[in-house]
């Protein structure tokens, strides 16, 4: 288990179930089967966890543009932490997924850009979690209502247009979190053009954990982050903003406090594309 601020192990956690200022998210999910997170929590999750649906509560609706999991309006998200029991700035948020922190760190990242600092992950997820043979149930958590105010990090979020006004000035450098084969536009699953944006360079969002799902070492993202550290600013982007945030975590870990999400990320971009008579604008 790799000993930062940003995660906990699968032992602490089990030591503080019972911890009144520790509110536990699930956060598995599914983009092949969006309902999948839902029904694993609902036959089996961690005692006491409360579930936040990728769609449902860590996004808003889909429209025309601004990608397929646009970031959730913030009053909304608040409402929903304050009624599973979170209080602001006091309560610690331990989220987990089984996904290599893929929809928790989207969880870390939301809570932290609304001014809630005390947000950690469990490392090796749900799976590990089951590993070491720790208690899981079914039963459904009871919240005492907390009190949520939050104060968005505003200038952390950037919008196609500072994308294309930024993405080529020197100093500015534009991270694709995707798998490198989507990246270089042979393969795109879920998106209507295959590709990148213009200038962006490649660090895929899964070198941020190991193989079972433990996050690699400050030092280690350190090193993975290296040749891009002396950037006045990274924009960091996925195929939805959603595993961006991972790496948005790793840069973090790395004592790289430079980076900024683009939320609509290249399912905003390519729809200006789709519509666009003149694509080659883009």
């Given at each position: 288990m790799t000993?930062?601020?940003?995660?906990?192990?699968?032992?602490?956690?089990?030591?503080?179930?019972?911890d009144p200022q520790v509110i536990i998210v699930d956060c598995r999910f599914s983009l092949a089967d969006p309902q999948l997170g839902r029904s694993?929590?609902?036959?089996?999750?961690?005692?006491?966890?409360?579930?936040?649906?990728?769609?449902?509560?860590?996004?808003?609706?889909?429209?025309?543009?601004?990608?397929?999991?646009?970031?959730?309006?913030?009053?909304?998200l608040s409402a929903k932490l304050a009624a599973i029991g979170v209080n602001f700035q006091e309560t610690l948020v331990v989220g987990y997924d089984d996904s290599r922190f893929a929809f928790a760190a989207r969880l870390w990242w939301l809570l932290s850009y609304l001014g809630h600092e005390?947000?950690?992950?469990?490392?090796?997820?749900?799976?590990?979690?089951?590993?070491?043979?720790?208690?899981?149930?079914?039963?459904?958590?009871?919240?005492?209502?907390?009190?949520?105010?939050?104060?968005?990090?505003?200038?952390?979020?950037v919008d196609i247009d500072t994308v294309k006004a930024k993405k080529d000035l020197p100093g500015v450098v534009l991270v694709d979190s995707r798998e490198?084969?989507?990246?270089?536009?042979?393969?795109?699953?879920?998106?209507?053009?295959?590709?990148?944006?213009?200038?962006?360079?490649?660090?895929?969002w899964q070198e941020v954990s190991d193989n079972l799902g433990y996050l690699r070492s400050p030092a280690e993202q350190q090193?993975?982050?290296?040749?891009?550290?002396?950037?006045?600013?990274?924009?960091?982007?996925?195929?939805?903003?959603?595993?961006?945030?991972?790496?948005?975590?790793?840069?973090?870990?790395?004592?790289i406090h430079k980076g900024k999400l683009y939320a609509?990320?290249?399912?905003?971009?390519?729809?200006?594309?789709?519509?666009?008579k003149d694509s080659a604008a883009f």
């Open positions: 000993n930062t601020p940003f995660v906990v192990s699968t032992q602490w956690l089990s030591e503080h179930l019972d694993q929590y609902q036959t089996s999750h961690i005692p006491g966890a409360h579930y936040l649906d990728l769609n449902q509560d860590l996004s808003s609706p889909v429209k025309k543009h601004g990608g397929r999991h646009p970031l959730p309006d913030a009053a909304q005390r947000v950690v992950l469990l490392d090796g997820g749900f799976s590990n979690w089951v590993k070491a043979g720790y208690r899981v149930t079914d039963e459904l958590p009871t919240p005492k209502p907390g009190n949520f105010v939050p104060q968005p990090q505003t200038d952390w979020v490198s084969d989507r990246y270089r536009g042979e393969r795109e699953p879920i998106d209507p053009i295959a590709g990148h944006i213009p200038g962006a360079v490649n660090y895929h090193n993975r982050w290296a040749s891009l550290a002396p950037a006045e600013e990274i924009i960091v982007y996925c195929g939805s903003g959603v595993t961006a945030c991972v790496n948005l975590l790793s840069l973090e870990m790395a004592q609509g990320s290249w399912s905003d971009w390519c729809s200006y594309l789709v519509t666009s």
